[in-house]
C-alpha cells in the first residue's frame, strides 16, 4: 500500500523546514570556528531533518508502516541524543567560560551598607529623591533650533 499523502505532507515539511537545516549545515560545515556545543546541536537538526527526509521515499515505497514507524523512531532517538548531548556540552562550556572570565576579574563583593539605613536622599524603595531647589535654566544649543 502505497501512502502518497502523507510522503507529500512530509516533503512539504521538509522543504519548508530549510530555515533550520540550512544554518545547521553550515554550523556544521564551519568546524573548529564553531564551538562543540553548537556542532552537536547542529548535528542533531541535521538528523532530524535528515529522519524525515528519509521518511518520505519510505512512504512511497511499499514498505509496510511498522517498518516506517521504526525508521522514524529510530531516527527522533539519535536526535535527541545529539540534542541532549549538546544541551550538556553548552553548559559545561559556560561554566568553563564563567571561570576564566573569573580568573581574569575576580568579583568583588559590594560594601555593605549601613545597618538599616538609608543614603542620604533615597526615598522609598532606594530611589533617589528630586533636588529640593528649581532647576537651572537650560542653555539652548545654537545648533540645534
Known amino acids: 500500500m502505497s501512502h502518497g499523502l502523507p510522503a507529500l505532507g512530509v516533503a512539504v515539511i521538509c522543504l519548508s523546514g530549510y530555515v533550520w537545516y540550512v544554518p545547521a549545515c553550515l554550523d556544521?560545515?564551519?568546524?573548529?570556528?564553531?564551538?562543540h556545543a553548537q556542532r552537536t546541536t547542529a548535528a542533531a537538526v541535521l538528523t532530524?531533518?535528515?529522519?524525515?527526509?528519509?521518511?518520505?521515499p519510505l512512504l512511497l515505497a511499499p514498505v509496510p508502516l511498522p517498518?516506517?514507524?521504526?525508521?522514524?523512531?529510530?531516527?527522533?532517538?539519535?536526535?535527541l541524543v545529539l540534542a541532549v548531548r549538546g544541551v550538556r556540552c553548552r553548559g559545561r562550556e559556560q561554566r568553563e567560560a564563567e571561570a576564566r572570565?573569573?580568573?581574569?576579574?575576580?568579583?568583588?563583593?559590594?560594601?555593605?551598607?549601613?545597618?538599616g539605613r538609608r543614603p542620604a536622599g533615597?526615598?522609598?524603595?532606594?530611589?533617589i529623591s528630586p533636588p529640593s531647589s528649581p532647576p537651572s535654566p537650560k542653555r539652548r544649543n545654537p545648533r540645534c533650533r
Open 28 to 35: 556544521v560545515r564551519a568546524g573548529p570556528d564553531r564551538t
Open 48 to 56: 532530524g531533518w535528515g529522519t524525515a527526509a528519509l521518511l518520505v
Open 67 to 79: 517498518a516506517i514507524a521504526l525508521v522514524a523512531a529510530a531516527g527522533s532517538v539519535a536526535a
Open 101 to 115: 572570565w573569573s580568573a581574569l576579574f575576580p568579583a568583588t563583593a559590594p560594601a555593605p551598607r549601613p545597618s
Open 122 to 127: 533615597a526615598g522609598r524603595g532606594g530611589e
